[in-house]
Each structure stands twice: as structure tokens, then as C-alpha cells.
């Protein structure tokens, strides 16, 4: 059975910082390129980091400059460092494993940015 279960959400206030973790089983998790989505209430989901199996990332455009993706195949855990949060980060984030046409989602984490 597959889970990817994240962890680190939470409410921080404008300009700070998170780290969010998500922890694979039952997948070859260095097989997998994983990646980090949010949706945010009344809006659809989006990509906001990506890593492939060999270390490549790819981030969206919001993203850039403030996020960092990264993996530990040794832990099968992938994380998101958030710096300099916005309010427009509100939104629910979810991990997500990828290998051919397989995907597995997790239960997504909760970040909340507000003063």
C-alpha cells in the first residue's frame, strides 16, 4: 500500500518561513520523481515544485527564488523550504509521487499565511 504522508504546515505570519516534509512507502521512492502542489479555497490545484528521480528541479513561476524542493532517497522523504511566505501562499499542500503513468497524492498539510 502507498502513502505519502506530509507533515510541517501550519500558520506563520508574512515573511516567514516553513519546511514542509512528505515521507514515502511502498514505492521505490528514488524511482519516483515527487513534487509539492497547493490549492487554495476556490481555486484548482497547481504544481509548485517538482524533482525528478535524478535531482532535476523544476518550480513555478510563484515559486522561484523563495522555494527550495529537495530529496533524501536514503529517507524516502521529499521537502519544500518556503522562505519569504505571502499570504497569497495560503492554500492546502500536497505531495505527490510520479513514476510512468503511475501518480499517488498524499493527504495534503494545511499552510496558512496571515498576520
Known amino acids: 500500500q502507498v502513502q505519502l504522508v506530509e507533515s510541517g504546515g501550519g500558520l506563520v505570519q508574512p515573511g516567514g518561513s516553513l519546511r514542509l516534509s512528505c515521507t514515502a512507502s511502498?514505492?521505490?521512492?528514488?524511482?519516483?520523481?515527487m513534487g509539492w502542489y497547493r490549492q487554495a479555497p476556490g481555486k484548482e490545484r497547481e504544481s509548485v515544485a517538482i524533482?525528478?528521480?535524478?535531482?532535476?528541479?523544476n518550480y513555478a513561476d510563484s515559486a522561484k527564488g523563495r522555494f527550495t524542493i529537495s530529496r533524501d532517497n536514503a529517507k524516502g522523504t521529499v521537502y519544500l523550504q518556503m522562505n519569504s511566505l505571502e499570504p497569497e501562499d495560503t492554500a492546502v499542500y500536497y505531495c505527490?509521487?510520479?513514476?510512468?503513468?503511475?501518480?499517488?497524492w498524499g493527504q495534503g498539510t494545511q499552510v496558512t499565511v496571515s498576520s
Open positions: 511502498g514505492i521505490i521512492f528514488s524511482a519516483h520523481a
Open positions: 505527490n509521487a510520479k513514476r510512468f503513468s503511475f501518480v499517488y
Open positions: 524533482i525528478s528521480s535524478g535531482g532535476v528541479t
